[in-house]
T-cell receptor, first 113, second 118 residues
């Protein structure tokens, strides 16, 4: 069945270093992917998205890479800051015209000062 | 920056009681959603709403659930007879369009209502 999962549940990174959070998906028909950040007591906050016709997209300090061959998505955060500590979710919209986001289980990123 | 707002932030209700969770989506958005997150679990889709009707719902969204857009700004989720297993964070989200329309149109989430059923 369809699933969006994460390789690692926790990740600790020294402040200032780069971090990479990974996500695997199983539905090869998925068209659209989003990374969300969730801080304690808050809702998912949009970070960056990517369509299936792209393999890389960059934002401010963040880069998303999509490898459709192995159905893998990653989020790179450059020069991490204490405020980057949160749970990060990848989410997908499985099919064109479908509206529901399917979320992964999340990775907790901790930035060590 | 515009944001989705939800009220109340925490709702405590006796089992069997009705509860209404309220949301004000971003003002120019056209699509509205409810999701829930049971403690320690994934965020799960409940329902999407467009043009004053439900466009998609999950198997979780049974007859005990309903949604309404009573006016031009509010979007509500009602649970008619709450059960213990309804305890969760409920998130409202909105988007300008669906994922592949025109350009990337992600869903923007509120900070949620924590629903506790006693």
């Amino acid at each position: 069945g369809e699933s969006v999962g994460l390789h690692l549940p926790t990740l600790s990174v020294q402040e200032g270093d780069n971090s990479i959070i990974n996500c695997a998906y199983s539905n090869s028909a998925s068209d659209y992917f989003i990374w969300y950040k969730q801080e304690s007591g808050k809702g998912p906050q949009f970070i960056i998205d990517i369509r299936s016709n792209m393999d890389k997209r960059q934002g401010q300090r963040v880069t998303v890479l999509l490898n459709k061959t192995v159905k893998h998505l990653s989020l790179q955060i450059a020069a991490t800051q204490p405020g980057d500590s949160a749970v990060y979710f990848c989410a997908e919209i499985p099919n064109f015209g479908n509206e529901k986001l399917t979320f992964g289980t999340g990775t907790r990123l901790t930035i060590i000062p | 920056e515009p944001e989705v707002t939800q009220t109340p932030s925490h709702q405590v209700t006796q089992m069997g009681q009705e509860v209404i969770l309220r949301c004000v989506p971003i003002s120019n958005h056209l699509y509205f959603y409810w999701y829930r997150q049971i403690l320690g679990q994934k965020v799960e889709f409940l329902v999407s709403f467009y043009n004053n009707e439900i466009s998609e719902k999950s198997e979780i969204f049974d007859d005990q659930f309903s949604v309404e857009r009573p006016d031009g700004s509010n979007f509500t989720l009602k649970i008619r007879s709450t059960k213990l297993e309804d305890s969760a964070m409920y998130f409202c989200a909105s988007s300008w369009g669906q994922g592949l329309e025109i350009s990337n149109q992600p869903q923007h989430f509120g900070d949620g209502t924590r629903l506790s059923i006693l």
